[in-house]
């Protein structure tokens, strides 16, 4: 609701449950001044959808602990993208206890194109069959598999330097210990940390510390992707894409714009280097300390919940692990030299590579949406939010590809559908698109991964020069 609306508008009253779920108390006490706050007022046990405050407390979610994660926040589109089924029924489930005074909600849901695509899709992935399938987690367990031989191999190998058989070599094994983290990423975390590996939150809490066993933060990796998800390619709200400045920018700000450099005028020729030491800003990066994504803090994420807080230790924990079996025993057994150091380096920039250039390819690309506010900067209307997901978004290949990265070459499926398992967007991709075409939404197809990685070096030479922005005459001179 916005800040100058009527108060007699915030005096309405808001239902209270007691006793019985059909039993309501309706009273203006309820909603005096107390129960009228900001987005920023709210305690580490309330969330806010819709502008309304509801209490988490005595809460039992279906999907298990991971709702409070989010306490202390408004999680408006982060609920309806993860909840494409519930109704306003369901939010009767919760003790609502106040509104927020400053909500302005940006996208619009429940428009006709939501409603057609949900209603195709749910035709071919039913209800309750949206989690993973005994193919997603052979798949997974294979990748599993190969990512715990590979970390015993890389731990205990004294043979960085022995060339007599080369798949002992620190090389080889620095190559294919990196490539078997990023598999963790994009086939096993991923879909867990989503809540779409299983429709068991313990299986999904599980297997979604993949992220730290890989030199991330799980509870950190889901602040950030879960605001970008929700607010993608928004350049002020998407923590993707203001992440790598001033190294380098995804967003393509206008001519003058204070955050354009003038070393963005050769990111062309240089981001890729700099995906490159993806690993190595996350293994060292302290938030995963205080459990402050800061991305998501720049953007409102308030993180100083109870849930959150002891939580701080165990991230501790497991990045102290991680750098135990994976930085100090290599120097350990191989000695402590520039060559170690660079077999380390060459495992971190294996693994950032694969998985930081296939995300790269995902929403930045020519042609891509990369402001999809700016009828809501110009109007004050929302936006269709399911309309900024495809259009922001690329997909590129088939199944195939789907099997090596995750399904995250359906980067369109997933951004719409992003709790259903990845097993899944080949076949509702088809229909996908034929809803999009039907109401006029650019959906970006790609047959080969290379046409998107050239799209998008495209794109980011572009957005470095300004390219998009230059005044380019018909005839005569400039």
Request: contains cysteine.
């Amino acid at each position: 609701m916005a800040p100058n609306a009527d108060t007699s508008i915030l005096r309405n009253r808001i239902a209270t449950k007691v006793n019985a779920p059909t039993d309501f108390v309706d009273s203006d006490d309820i909603a005096t001044r107390s129960a009228l706050r900001s987005i920023k007022g709210l305690n580490g046990n309330e969330i806010a959808i819709d502008g309304v405050i509801y209490d988490l407390t005595d809460f039992v979610h279906p999907g298990g602990e991971v709702i409070k994660f989010f306490g202390g926040n408004d999680v408006t589109v982060q609920y309806k993208m993860i909840h494409p089924y519930h109704t306003g029924k369901h939010l009767e489930k919760m003790r609502a206890v106040g509104k927020v005074v400053d909500f302005v909600p940006e996208y619009e849901f429940d428009t006709p194109f939501e409603r057609e695509i949900k209603s195709e899709v749910f035709k071919i992935v039913r209800r309750g069959r949206e989690f993973g399938t005994s193919g997603y987690f052979f798949r997974a367990f294979s990748y599993i598999a190969f990512f715990f031989f590979m970390q015993y191999t890389f731990t205990t190998s004294t043979t960085f330097f022995n060339y007599d058989n080369w798949y002992e070599s620190g090389v080889c094994i620095a190559i294919a210990f990196g490539v078997a983290q990023a598999f963790i990423g994009l086939n096993v975390q991923h879909d867990a940390n989503h809540g779409a590996a299983s429709k068991r939150p313990w299986i999904n809490d599980l297997l979604g510390f993949g992220t730290d066993l890989i030199g991330s933060c799980k509870w950190n990796w889901m602040a950030q992707h879960w605001t970008h998800h929700a607010y993608t390619n928004h350049s002020e709200k998407d923590p993707d894409s203001f992440s790598s400045e001033p190294m380098f920018a995804f967003n393509d700000y206008p001519i003058g714009h204070p955050k354009r450099k003038w070393w963005h005028r050769f990111q062309g020729a240089y981001f890729l280097f700099m995906l490159g030491m993806y690993w190595l800003s996350t293994v060292f990066n302290p938030q995963f300390m205080d459990l402050r994504q800061r991305g998501a803090q720049y953007v409102g994420i308030q993180m100083e919940n109870d849930f959150i807080v002891k939580r701080r230790k165990y991230a501790i924990a497991m990045r102290a692990s991680y750098i135990f079996l994976n930085i100090y025993r290599p120097f350990a057994n191989n000695g402590l030299s520039w060559a170690t150091f660079g077999i380390i380096m060459l495992m971190g920039i294996a693994e950032s590579l694969t998985l930081s250039v296939l995300f790269s390819l995902s929403h930045n690309f020519v042609h891509a949406d990369r402001d999809p506010m700016e009828s809501f900067k110009k109007t004050g209307e929302p936006i269709c939010w399911f309309k900024s997901q495809v259009e922001t978004s690329s997909t590129y290949g088939g199944a195939i590809s789907g099997y090596l990265t995750g399904g995250l070459n359906f980067q369109i499926e997933h951004h719409l559908f992003p709790r259903m398992s990845s097993a899944w967007y080949p076949y509702i991709a088809p229909k996908v698109r034929e809803v999009c075409e039907k109401h006029g939404v650019k959906y970006a197809y790609y047959p080969w991964i290379w046409q998107n990685l050239f799209s998008t070096f495209t794109y980011m030479h572009r957005a470095g020069t300004g390219a998009n922005w230059e005044l380019k005459p018909l005839s005569g001179r400039a």
